[in-house]
């Protein structure tokens, strides 16, 4: 998007703020657990129980314990992604679909979506609320692939493939929400000029070179290019398209988006060679009277993100300690799984999977890609409460349409709202064998399958602690 657009847009949004009357008094959250589901921040403890639920297997109490928490309008969008993975997981595919594309529904998929998702945030009273979070639930980057993925899963588990490409085929929409917090935090930035120039307040001054946990986010971070892209997304994408319209230039194009975020994945770079030779031979990718066997192996559930309070120079308002959401950088990551196939006694394949996401990192890079927009709107509401505060004639943009509980003097709280049920990690094996059956044990985990000529065989496999599930494919 041109620079020029974005002034135009920010110069109407700020126009409509002007015309709009609004207030931002924000409700105390009483400390009673009903109300605390309400409260952003407290995310992740309330959906402890669902976690622990599906760790230990009990996928129903999962489902009941997860449908008594999104019945806050914050948490909408989150619980619609929820409620469609856990669907998922109890094989009611329909249904699962149904979350997913209410999901979708606040998801733009081209600019004037964006423009209107955009200046929605912007001039709503919740964006600029002191303390809680009472915004709806953005869903980020990194999520909108894993959304587009499982919901292809759905339509693969309904015989649909065309559907499930399709799907697939909407993956790169979730660059737009990384286009999204680039214009929020330039909106912002123009909200609050008169603001932050009679404050004083300069990102020079802020300090934010101190802020620790949010600079080792940044360098952990630096090992993958962006979040929007997700090598499994990609990697299934591919084999859906050599079988779905036979064209594999575009199954070789997308193995390569997804070698940018997997860096030596030898069975990744194995599958893109295959294709890459059956574009040079004009033949298929699979030699005579063999078949493919894919494992994706997606283990334990992505890390939770935590808060950190971190004071920042605000100029003529003061040092203001604002809480932030952080992930940690060291965390624990799955290793490699063994992966055996034998037929009858013979074992053909012993060897291990490898990586080919780190679900965590992916969250880290996401939220380092947003923190220009986190800062600036925490700042900008810091710095027209000091002002509301000092009953200074506040004018400019914001101005007089925002009214803030001065009672609350605690630090702003955190959003650590995000999707929980994605993998900590997604491993990847390929290997082409001769047609026949045979029996593979990935982990602890054994299955009888089927190689077919000029077939990929596809086991996704999911293990979180005690749960495991397998969907398999032949297509």
Known sequence: MKMKKIRKFLLLSCSLLALSSCSSVSKDVKKDKTNLEFASTNYPWIFTSVRKDIIESNLQEAISQNSQIGTAKELKNLNDLETGRLLQLDNKYQDSIKSYNEALKSVPTNKKELLKKTKSILLSKDTYSYYDIKSAYNIPDYEITFLYTYQALNYLKTNNLKEALKSLNNLDNASIWYNQQQVLNDGMKELGKKSFKENDISDKILGIENFKALNQMIKFSRRI???????????????LESVV????????????KAQNY??????????????????ASQTSPFPMGMGRVVVFYEQGLVNVRKSEKVPLDLG????????????????????PKKVSISAG????????????????????????EEYPKVITQNVLIEAVKHDFD??????GLLG???????SKTDPKRADLRSWLLIPNSVDLFEQELDSGNYTIQVNNIRQKIDVKQGKTTLLWIVDIGKFKKIYYFIF
Do not use: W
């Open 225 to 239: 290019p962006n979040s929007y892209g997700n090598p499994m997304s990609y990697y299934l994408k591919a084999i």
């Open 245 to 256: 319209s036979k064209n594999y230039q575009k199954a070789a194009s997308d193995l390569s």
């Open 262 to 279: 997997t860096v030596g994945n030898k069975y990744l770079n194995q599958t893109a060679n295959e294709f890459r030779s059956a574009i």
């Open 316 to 335: 003529d308002v003061g040092v203001k300690k604002i809480e932030f959401p952080i992930y940690k950088t060291n965390y624990h990551f799955f290793g």
């Open 345 to 368: 006694s013979r074992v053909l394949v012993d060897t291990y999977s490898e990586t080919l996401l780190d679900g965590t990192l992916f969250a880290i890079k996401s939220l380092v």
């Open 390 to 395: 000092k009953g200074f004639a506040l004018g």
């Open 400 to 406: 007089s349409h925002l009214k803030f509980n001065l």
